[in-house]
Every structure is written in structure tokens, then in C-alpha cells.
């Protein structure tokens, strides 16, 4: 089988290595190198980069135009779409003999769009998973081929859970790629009452509100790491927190203190307990060996 993977972030590598196990993978495409960090110099994405490692041609088109010229050349069977980043138009859908398919990672309808991950944790989800999708013009709204549900460990972040995300959606796809292929797949229809919404993350989200519960504020530090990172000021600095858990105790929300093994800091419901830490211009650090290294009162966070 003739095949194509459309896959710019880490979350699409073990795709790729599916497919180039089991097909005749022609090609990964992902989106343009982009600028990071301090040097802002141009970086290939992960995908790319993969790809590089096992000698399969890359793809990088900047425009939904580009990229139907690109499917349309190259004679496929099935494209299968993985953490790609751009919207794929109706007609490059129909580019292929069966079409394309999408590994989307939450159960849908729950948390169609761009962060589902993230929005699951947010949420409180106890369960979520990885949905194989036949794609249409709707924004993940294609009928379900196959599903896998796992569930979402108490202190898993997103990074974590993306990263098992990935491989379970990868397994998924190397189970039923015979049975899409011989059109033995039977579609389940979404039902779209029951869609929620996972816009894409803003940074001004991932800032954090010591005023909220202690549980929210637990979801919020999981749920924006490792991107763009929880965060808050202290002494004026940005100042962002990697991983935290409630505990007991009472704090005015924001104030810090000393507890244990780590920083305890105040909610409207109780106190959490912060492990790993990141000041403005340092690497992220162990919170109580931050809080030994500063001069005088801790004082509050905001």
C-alpha cells in the first residue's frame, strides 16, 4: 500500500515508524522549519526529522494549495494525517484511493480541535484516548473507524500523556491498517450533540490563578506543561511551576512557605506543594532548593 504521513510534531514519529514498517511510505510532510529558541534560527520539526533518520523524502508545503499539489503527484493509496498543524482542504481529501484518515487523540466527539489533550486535563477528565478518523471537510467531525481508551494518570501531564497517546494511536492504526485497506472498517457516525471544543492554547491561559481551587490549579500546571508552561510572577519576574499536588494546610492564596520536601503556596481551597520549578532566565530546578537559595521572605506569588 502506497501511503503518505502528515505529521510535523514529536506526537507523529512513532506514526511514521508504523508506516514505514508496514507500507510503501512515499513521503512524511509537515509544516516549514520554524524559529526557536534564544537564536531564533530556523529548526526542522520533529517529523521532519525522523523521516530524515530513515531516508524517506520530506514534504514541507507553506500553503493548503501547495500541499494538494504535493498529494496530487504522487499516485497514493491512503494518507494518514497525525499532529499535522494545517487545515486540509475538501478536494485534497479525494487526492487518494481510500482516502485519508486522521489519528485524532481524544475519544470523539469529546475535545474536537487543536489541543485535546490539553483540554482533557483541564477538564478533569478520568478517560481519554486516540480516535482513527476518516476525514471530511467538517473539523473532526469525519465518522470513527476504531478507538482506543486509556486512562489519564492522577499526576500525568500533558507531555506524558501525549507521549502515550502517540504510541497507542501509532499500535492503533498497525491494528486495523489491513482491514482499512480491504474496506472492512465499519464507520460509526459522530454524534455532533455531543461535540465539546479544544481551541488551540493561548499563553495567557497558562497563567496561573492562586484564587481558584487548589484541584484547578493542579489541572492547569499538568495541563501546560510542558507547553507553554504554567506561570506566574514573583518579584516581578515570570516564574513558572512544573509540577505540583495538593495538601493539606491552609495559605492566602499565592502566599509561600516552606513544606516538607518542597514549597507549599496558598489557593482558595487549601495548599499545594510544588516539586520542580522554573525562574525567569534558569533552568527548571527542584522548588525547595529554589526556595534555600533566595534571600529573605519568600513573600507571594502575582
Not at 17 to 43: K, Q, S
Not at 67 to 94: E, N, R
Request: with cysteine.
Amino acid at each position: 500500500m502506497r501511503t503518505v504521513l502528515l505529521g510535523t510534531s514529536q506526537e507523529a514519529v512513532p506514526t511514521i515508524d508504523i508506516l514505514a514498517g508496514l507500507t510503501d511510505l512515499r513521503a512524511v510532510i509537515t509544516r516549514p522549519d520554524r524559529p526557536r529558541g534564544r537564536g531564533r534560527a530556523p529548526a526542522p520539526p520533529e517529523g521532519k526529522v525522523r523521516a530524515a533518520e530513515r531516508g524517506i523524502p520530506v514534504c514541507q508545503p507553506a500553503t493548503p494549495a501547495a500541499l494538494d499539489a504535493a498529494i496530487a503527484g504522487m499516485d497514493l493509496d491512503l494518507a494518514v494525517v497525525v499532529s499535522y498543524g494545517m487545515i486540509v482542504k475538501a478536494a485534497t481529501l479525494a487526492r487518494t484511493r481510500l482516502g485519508m484518515v486522521n489519528l485524532h487523540f481524544s475519544l470523539l466527539p469529546r475535545w474536537r480541535g487543536a489541543a485535546p489533550v490539553e483540554r482533557a486535563i483541564l477538564a478533569g477528565d478520568d478517560v481519554t484516548g486516540v480516535s482513527l478518523m476518516r476525514m471530511d471537510a467538517g473539523l473532526d467531525a469525519g465518522p470513527v473507524l476504531a478507538a482506543w481508551r486509556t486512562s489519564i494518570g492522577e499526576d500525568e501531564d500533558a507531555g506524558a500523556l501525549s507521549e502515550r497517546l502517540a504510541l497507542g494511536g501509532a499500535e492503533l492504526l498497525a491494528t486495523h491498517l489491513g482491514a482499512l485497506e480491504r474496506g472492512e472498517l465499519e464507520p460509526a457516525t459522530q454524534d455532533h450533540s455531543l461535540a465539546t471544543w479544544a481551541p488551540r492554547l493561548v499563553v495567557s491561559e497558562a497563567r496561573l490563578d492562586f484564587h481558584q481551587p487548589a484541584e484547578q490549579v493542579v489541572r492547569a500546571v499538568r495541563a501546560f506543561c510542558p507547553r507553554p508552561g504554567a506561570h506566574t510572577t514573583w518579584r516581578g519576574k515570570r516564574f513558572k511551576i512544573l509540577r505540583a499536588r495538593p495538601v493539606p494546610g491552609r495559605l492566602e492564596p499565592g502566599c509561600l512557605e516552606t513544606y516538607e520536601n518542597g514549597v507549599r503556596v496558598g489557593t482558595s481551597t487549601g495548599c499545594l506543594v510544588l516539586s520542580t520549578v522554573q525562574p525567569e532566565g534558569r533552568k527548571a530546578m527542584d522548588a525547595l532548593a529554589w526556595l534555600r537559595g533566595i534571600k529573605g521572605d519568600p513573600g507571594r506569588f502575582g
